[in-house]
């Protein structure tokens, strides 16, 4: 099978239709949440993921946008943001981040899918070997894809004990083998590791291959239409530096 994995595409419909058009054949699309919240164009958003019957689950943003109270610990701009999405969505866009699931684990893959952590599912920020060890204790797949970060990494068990992580670069690949992983692909709608191009996985699961892409996109037509919206005039300049 071969999935291409996006996350945190955050209502950037330019960077997912950049994806989607560099990503080939694939089987299924998988999301790990952050639909919406940040970028001018939640609908066709979430549109766009329905089209390509893509399989995902829910992240803080998307429960902030169908009214949950996550958006009290927002910073200002994120709140703004959240509150401006909250506003304009339709009621088909409400009603499917709300049905979106908190951890999924498609049948026979081996993944799971999570937004931050499996243990919590919407707000911890895997981001230490320690606490993707202590996460992976609690599934019963081998492997686990996680978003939130916004940063493209890799978390393995290591020979000896414990787990090692592993910043990506920007075509990096991984083979799977008997080691346990949590893999990170990276923002497709608004990257924080210093490369503005949307980022993305395509894993083949017959291969044992996990392979990390970087997909430039037009990003002054979202901040033309950030700016259009209203929305807050930082998160529009920190997409041009992938911060
Ligand atoms: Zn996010």
């Known amino acids: 099978m071969r999935v291409a994995v996006l996350s945190d595409i955050h209502s950037n419909l330019a960077a997912l239709e950049a994806v989607l058009g560099s990503i080939g054949t694939v089987d299924a699309v998988w999301h790990l949440g952050d639909v919406v919240g940040y970028g001018p164009e939640p609908d066709g958003v979430v549109q766009r993921l329905r089209d390509v019957a893509a399989l995902g689950v829910r992240g803080n943003h998307d429960e902030a946008a169908c009214g949950g109270a996550t958006i009290e610990s927002f910073n200002v701009d994120a709140r703004a943001a959240a509150e401006w999405t909250r506003a304009r969505i339709g009621d088909e866009t409400r009603a499917n981040l709300a049905a979106l699931p908190e951890l999924i684990a498609p049948a ?3 993944f799971t899918l999570v937004h931050g952590s499996p243990r919590h599912p919407i707000w911890e920020y895997l981001d230490s070997p320690w606490a993707a060890e202590q996460n992976l204790a609690l599934l019963e797949t081998p492997h686990c894809f ?3 970060t916004h ?5 393995r068990e290591r020979r000896r004990g414990g787990m090692a992580a592993a910043v990506v670069p920007p075509e990096g690949r991984l083979r799977l083998d008997d080691r346990r992983v949590v893999l990170n692909p990276g923002s497709v709608g608004q990257p924080r590791d210093g490369n503005p191009a949307a980022s993305y996985v395509i894993l083949d699961t017959a291969a044992g291959l996990a392979t990390w892409r970087r997909v430039a996109y037009d990003i002054g037509a979202t901040q033309a239409a950030m700016k259009a919206a ?5 998160l529009v300049r920190r997409l041009s530096f992938g911060q």
Not at 151 to 155: Q, S
Not at 230 to 234: D, E, I, K, Q, S
């Open 108 to 110: 026979g893959s081996g």
């Open 146 to 148: 996680v978003g939130h």
């Open 151 to 155: 940063v493209p990494i890799v978390f």
């Open 230 to 234: 209203g929305l807050p005039p930082r």
